[in-house]
């Protein structure tokens, strides 16, 4: 079966400790995408990536890093500089940039 | 201005009612247009693409003006299993896609 998933479902943590949120895909797709929802509020682009070895910055890349070494794969990495970690996070990818999207199953991260 | 705009809602309907979401958009040179639905706490889903001419899957219509820089999305016979928060989506060219923040639907029976 095609698709992106992401690892793991839940993330619990303490604060001050850095943690790699896991997203492959399977879709052959070249664009991959890392968002950010919080309750009630619409999803904020972290970082993307358009090839590999090269990615860009979003809305809200302060306190997160990520790297593209392979086509299917583009960890996040959620640092302890990031004042507000706790969110739901998801990761897409798509044909191309600014084709339709395919999302994973996100990953509920805790920070406590 | 916001740069995609949607009335959050919720919209509270009964079965088998029709049901218009609006959502507008504030950069003319948007090119790519969809719908998604997201079900509570989980990921979005690619519910349609919205083309110039418009479009209809099943019970599912989209229409786009690009003139008014209006996309709507009409859901006709609503079923319970159609409760869920609707996304509108819009391509600024060369970048990433620009979500709304949804509108929600709730049916009930």
């Known amino acids: 079966d095609g698709g992106i998933t992401q690892s793991p479902k839940y993330l619990f943590r303490k604060e001050g400790q850095n943690v790699t949120l896991s997203c492959e895909q399977n879709l052959n797709h070249d664009a991959m995408y890392w968002y950010r929802q919080d309750p009630g509020q619409g999803l904020r682009l972290i970082y993307y990536?358009?090839?590999?070895?090269?990615?860009q910055k979003g809305d809200i890349a302060e306190g997160y890093s990520v790297s593209r070494e392979k086509k299917e794969s583009f960890p996040l990495t959620v640092t302890s500089a990031q004042k507000n970690p706790t969110a739901f996070y998801l990761c897409?990818?798509?044909?191309?940039?600014?084709?339709?999207?395919?999302f994973g199953p996100g990953t509920r991260l805790t920070v406590t | 201005r916001k740069e995609v705009e949607q009335d959050p809602g919720p919209f509270n309907v009964p079965e088998g009612a029709t049901v218009a979401f609006n959502c507008t958009y504030s950069n003319s040179a948007s090119q790519s247009f969809f719908w998604y639905r997201q079900d509570c706490r989980k990921e979005p889903k690619l519910l349609m693409s919205v083309y110039s001419s418009g479009n209809e899957d099943g019970r599912f219509t989209a229409q786009l003006n690009r003139a008014s820089q209006y996309i709507s999305l009409l859901i006709r016979d609503s079923k319970l299993s159609d409760s869920a928060t609707y996304l509108c989506?819009?391509?600024?060219?060369?970048?990433?896609?620009?979500f709304g923040k949804g509108t929600t639907l709730s049916v009930s029976s």
């Open positions: 989506v819009v391509n600024q060219a060369g970048t990433a896609l620009i």
């Open positions: 897409a990818s798509s044909n191309r940039q600014g084709y339709e999207q395919y």
């Open positions: 990536s358009q090839i590999v070895n090269d990615f």
